[in-house]
C-alpha cells in the first residue's frame, strides 16, 4: 500500500506499508542510495510472522521532497509523523548499511515509539575514537569522502556522474558496476531477483536527483546530531566480515565502544 505523510515542515514522505498490514509494526531504513521498497522475500516473510513493514523514502529520494543540508538525526521527526499518520504508538525497526545510523538516531532519540533496533552493517560515526574510518573500504571510496570534506562541488559532481551510471545500468550489468565494491560471495548472489529489485530501488530513488544521495552520503562524515549513549533501547548489530562499502571494523567498534553491547 503506497501512503504518502505530510511533516511539520510541509515536506511530503513517501511511504510503504506491506506485509501484514494488521500485524506488527517493523520500520525499515533502507540503504544509500535506496528508495522505500522492500524486497519482495523480506515482505513474504514479514506477512508469513505477522509482521506489517513500512519503509519510506528519505529526504531527496523517490517520491519524497529534498531537505538539503539534513543530518541523521533530522530521520526522527519525519519517522515520528509517519507513525501519527498511520496510528502507531509502537513498533521495532531496522537498518541497513547507510540506514544502520538512522536506525540507531531513532533508537536514541524516539524511546517512547521504539521497541527495538537492529543495524545491519552499519556505519559507526566519523569521529569514532581509535577507528580508521576508511580502511577497508573499496577502492576510490576514501577519496570521494575525503573529496566532499575539501571540496564538496567537487564530490557532488561526481557523485551526480555516479548517478548517471547507475541510472544506465540495467541489472544484468549490476555486478559489474559494482565489481570493486563486492567479494566474491556477495557478486554470486547478485542476479535475478536480487539484481532486479535493487536496480529497481536505485533507479526510483535516484530518478529526481542526487540530492538525497549526498545528503545520505555527506552526512555519514558529518556530526550525527545524537549520542549513541542515549540508546536505552535493545539494539542487535549485525555484520558482514567481507563487506567493503562499510566495513566490519565498523561493527565491531559499534559493539564494543558504542555502549550499545548493555542493551542487546
Not at 142 to 169: K, N
Not at 176 to 187: I, K, Q, R, S, Y
Request: aromatic share 8%.
Amino acid at each position: 500500500m503506497e501512503r504518502t505523510v505530510r511533516t511539520s515542515d510541509g515536506r511530503t514522505l513517501a511511504v510503504v506499508d506491506a506485509g501484514d498490514l494488521t500485524g506488527r509494526p517493523v520500520l525499515v531504513h533502507n540503504g544509500t542510495p535506496m528508495s522505500r521498497r522492500l524486497y519482495g522475500p523480506n515482505v513474504t516473510d514479514a506477512a508469513d510472522r505477522g509482521l506489517r513493514l513500512i519503509s519510506y523514502d528519505r529526504p531527496g529520494y523517490g517520491g519524497s521532497t529534498p531537505q538539503p543540508g539534513r543530518i541523521i538525526a533530522d530521520c526522527a521527526s519525519d519517522v515520528r509523523a509517519i507513525c501519527a499518520a498511520l496510528g502507531i504508538g509502537r513498533l521495532a525497526m531496522w537498518g541497513l548499511s547507510g540506514g544502520g545510523p538512522h536506525v540507531l538516531a531513532c533508537a536514541a532519540l524516539l524511546p517512547d515509539l521504539v521497541t527495538a533496533a537492529a543495524a545491519l552493517g552499519s556505519y559507526a560515526p566519523f569521529d569514532a575514537e581509535g577507528l580508521d574510518w576508511f580502511a577497508g573500504m573499496a577502492p576510490g571510496v576514501p577519496d570521494a569522502y575525503r573529496l566532499a570534506l575539501t571540496d564538496p562541488g567537487a564530490a557532488r559532481a561526481g557523485l551526480e556522474e555516479a548517478r548517471e551510471a547507475d541510472l544506465a545500468t540495467p541489472a544484468s550489468g549490476l555486478a559489474e558496476l559494482f565489481a570493486d565494491f563486492l567479494p566474491p560471495a556477495d557478486t554470486a548472489v547478485l542476479t535475478g531477483g536480487l539484481a532486479d529489485y535493487i536496480t529497481r530501488t536505485n533507479h526510483e530513488a535516484l530518478a529526481p536527483g542526487s540530492q538525497g544521495w549526498w545528503d545520505d552520503s555527506y552526512g555519514q562524515i558529518r556530526p550525527w546530531g545524537f549520542e549513541l549513549a542515549d540508546i536505552s533501547v535493545p539494539v542487535m548489530l549485525v555484520h558482514g566480515k567481507q563487506d567493503k562499502f562499510v566495513p566490519i571494523a565498523h561493527g565491531q567498534w559499534l559493539a564494543v565502544n558504542s555502549g550499545l553491547n548493555r542493551s542487546g
